[in-house]
């Protein structure tokens, strides 16, 4: 021990020992109390606390905590042997199940109106695109209207026509990342629905410190998932429905709760203490969606007829201005696949449509883009204006007499007649006498002929109707003297 100071000095071995050991502990002292680990490691998102002049853990976690009962926990957690004794510049960690975030500072505050069609207020006032929507507003779309929200997280939340929504929360919180204790702002955000339909698409990258929320009077929705709908429409019925394209939600009400996965729903009702989920209805064809939809000159109607769906009581029809279906200007619900769209000016569109079960709950979206006009104008034939109105049996043929008295009557007409529906045999064409009537001849018992007319329309323009069947019967001329059907459609 030449190099020992203490060489040569007369002691004690206990006096030794405890001499080194203060040393020791001098030496762990001098260290940053900052520089020492607070939880060895971290499984959730955290904060840190730097310990100031005169703190205690005790008055600290009245701050920090959410419950400040586990200022004990808290100090087991960040390895303190007394829970009593902290000292200036030490570190503590909060996890993120422990903080008490009325105390933290938010980031990011609010959300904006990113796009609104139509009517659209906030708070009761006029709205227009590009505008803060505040924590707390209220925002209201109209009948024909849509609107679109953007959360301080990316996530947006489409209000459907005649909906009501309020962003209840819309912010973030700088916390460290569990896996690298680098500071990361986590979000936190919560709608509720007054009434009507939302669809919300949630940002899959963002980091939450809970899952996203949207309540309704009957339902609370937390947020797993990425696309989904939630609907209160009718508050008398007080009955919601959520409805997941994507991932996944969790439905709780008073009495019972659900896990619902992508491509299922669920309806809530208020007599009802089980929540049933159920398999959502798919999506039609495009190829069962007609792209033209023609606007009858009688009535004005404009029918756009899809295919039906097995398993639809109803349908939802939406019209957008866009693509993305954030400028909706027309929803409807109907219980046919013949879907009313009168209200619609003619244009151009992107419609979308839905089956919707028994149970109300709406499946999936089939999409293109149509056209809706006015019929073309063009002749107008035997079954629509009733131009064969009887055919009689004459010693010299058959007599046809022809209906013109409607203004949509074709003008020029004759009839044409074949031995073949092709009209490539024998054909024959025979023009109308002042009276409106024709004799077609050479016809015998048993026999058949095909049968069409040919005219033109106000405008000049020229066509042919669709073919009918002329049957005779095996007895004319011996027991039938008339009848009025000899002329059918041809099947």
């Excluded at 069609?117 to 024909?144: C, D, F, L, R, W």
Aim: aromatic content about 6%; overall charge positive; hydrophobic content about 45%.
């Amino acid at each position: 021990m030449k190099n020992n100071a203490l060489a040569g000095t007369k002691y004690a071995p206990n006096a030794t020992y405890l001499i080194a050991f203060g040393s020791l502990m001098t030496s762990i002292l001098a260290l940053p109390m900052s520089a020492q680990a607070a939880i060895a490691q971290h499984k959730e998102p955290y904060i840190s606390y730097t310990v100031q002049p005169g703190d205690k853990l005790l008055v600290v976690s009245r701050t920090l905590l959410a419950d400040p009962k586990q200022w004990n926990q808290l100090a087991k957690l960040n390895g303190l042997k007394d829970p009593n004794v902290i000292r200036p510049g030490q570190v503590l960690d909060v996890p993120r199940s422990m903080i008490n975030f009325a105390n933290q500072p938010k980031l990011a505050s609010g959300g904006v109106l990113q796009s609104a069609n139509g009517q659209i207020t906030v708070n009761g006032s006029p709205a227009q695109a590009g505008q803060a929507i505040p924590e707390g507003a209220q925002v209201q779309a109209a009948a024909s209207s849509s609107a679109v929200v953007k959360l301080s997280d990316g996530s947006t939340v489409q209000l459907m026509p005649r909906s009501l929504a309020q962003v209840v929360s819309s912010h973030g919180y700088a916390m460290k990342d569990p896996s690298s204790s680098i500071s990361t702002t986590w979000f936190s955000g919560a709608i509720r629905l007054l009434e009507g339909v939302i669809d919300v698409a949630a940002n899959k990258l963002a980091q939450r410190k809970e899952p996203m929320g949207v309540t309704t009077p009957t339902a609370n929705i937390g947020v797993r998932g990425t696309q989904f709908r939630v609907a209160y429409e009718d508050p008398a019925e007080r009955t919601s429905r959520t409805e997941v394209l994507e991932g996944k939600v969790r439905t709780d009400t008073a009495s019972a709760g659900a896990d619902v996965a992508g491509g299922f729903g669920v309806a809530v009702k208020p007599n009802e203490r089980e929540i049933k989920v159920v398999a959502l209805l798919p999506a039609l064809p495009t190829s069962a969606l007609p792209e033209r939809v023609q606007r009858a000159r009688e009535g004005n109607v404009a029918a756009w007829t899809v295919s039906p769906l097995a398993g639809a009581a109803a349908y939802r029809a939406e019209l957008a201005q866009d693509a993305a279906f954030t400028q909706i200007v027309l929803d409807i619900k109907s219980p046919s696949p013949a879907i009313n769209l009168t209200a619609a000016p003619n244009g151009n569109y992107f419609a979308r449509v839905r089956g919707i079960d028994a149970n109300g709950i709406e499946g999936f979206n089939a999409a293109r883009p149509i056209q809706i006009a006015d019929a073309p104008v063009s002749l107008i034939w035997i079954r629509e204006i009733n131009i064969a109105a009887t055919a009689d049996f004459l010693p010299n043929g058959l007599l046809l007499r022809v209906n013109t008295s409607s203004s949509d009557a074709p003008r020029n007409l004759q009839v044409q007649i074949a031995q073949d529906p092709g009209f490539t045999q024998g054909v024959q064409s025979l023009a109308l006498a002042a009276d409106s009537t024709v004799i077609i001849p050479g016809l015998n018992a048993g026999e058949r002929r095909f049968l069409r007319f040919a005219g033109t329309n106000s405008l000049g323009i020229a066509g042919t109707s669709p073919v009918l069947l002329l049957e005779l019967p095996a007895n004319w001329g011996s027991t039938v003297f008339g009848m009025t059907s000899a002329l059918q459609p041809l099947r």
